[in-house]
């Protein structure tokens, strides 16, 4: 295993804030754990906010992807309705000239079938 060095970058003003902190009274209490304090939690609120927003956009734009895929399968539902529709108008026309072309033909048939009867006898 390979682990790199890291140099380190501290400040004059880290390294002056340290022992501020170090030669006050307490170390874990006092002004700048009380400073740290207030903008860690400024910071945490400012995240959860965030995070809150975020939520809401992203419960808003999944509701309007519902919405529309919603709306989608009610228009493919009609849309295969009618196409099932078209397609059983379209057998039943089709029937009915079929069955007119084969009654026509029949009696083009028949008459034929007559005029040779005739013809030959």
Same mark, same amino acid.
């Given at each position: 295993?390979? !682990?790199?060095? =890291?140099?380190?970058? !501290?400040?004059?003003?880290?390294?002056?804030?340290?022992?501020?902190?170090?030669? #006050?009274?307490?170390?874990? +209490?006092?002004?700048?754990?009380?400073?740290?304090? &207030?903008?860690?939690? #400024? &910071?945490?609120?400012?995240? &959860?906010?965030?995070?809150? /927003?975020?939520?809401?956009?992203?419960?808003? +734009?999944? %509701?309007?992807? @519902? %919405?529309?895929?919603?709306?989608?399968?009610?228009?493919?539902?009609?849309? +295969?309705?009618?196409?099932? *529709?078209?397609?059983?108008?379209? /057998?039943? *026309?089709?029937?009915? @000239?079929? +069955?007119?072309? !084969?009654?026509?033909?029949?009696?083009?048939?028949? /008459?034929?079938?007559?005029?040779?009867? %005739?013809? =030959? #006898?």
């Amino acid at each position: 295993m390979n !682990i790199e060095f =890291y140099k380190h970058n !501290i400040s004059q003003k880290d390294i002056d804030n340290v022992v501020k902190v170090l030669h #006050s009274l307490f170390l874990t +209490t006092g002004e700048v754990v009380d400073d740290f304090e &207030k903008r860690l939690n #400024s &910071k945490i609120t400012e995240i &959860k906010n965030e995070l809150e /927003a975020t939520k809401t956009t992203t419960k808003n +734009t999944l %509701d309007k992807i @519902k %919405d529309t895929m919603n709306e989608n399968r009610r228009e493919l539902v009609e849309i +295969t309705r009618q196409t099932q *529709d078209d397609l059983k108008k379209l /057998a039943r *026309d089709n029937h009915s @000239k079929l +069955t007119q072309q !084969i009654n026509d033909m029949n009696s083009n048939l028949k /008459a034929l079938i007559q005029r040779l009867i %005739d013809l =030959y #006898s």
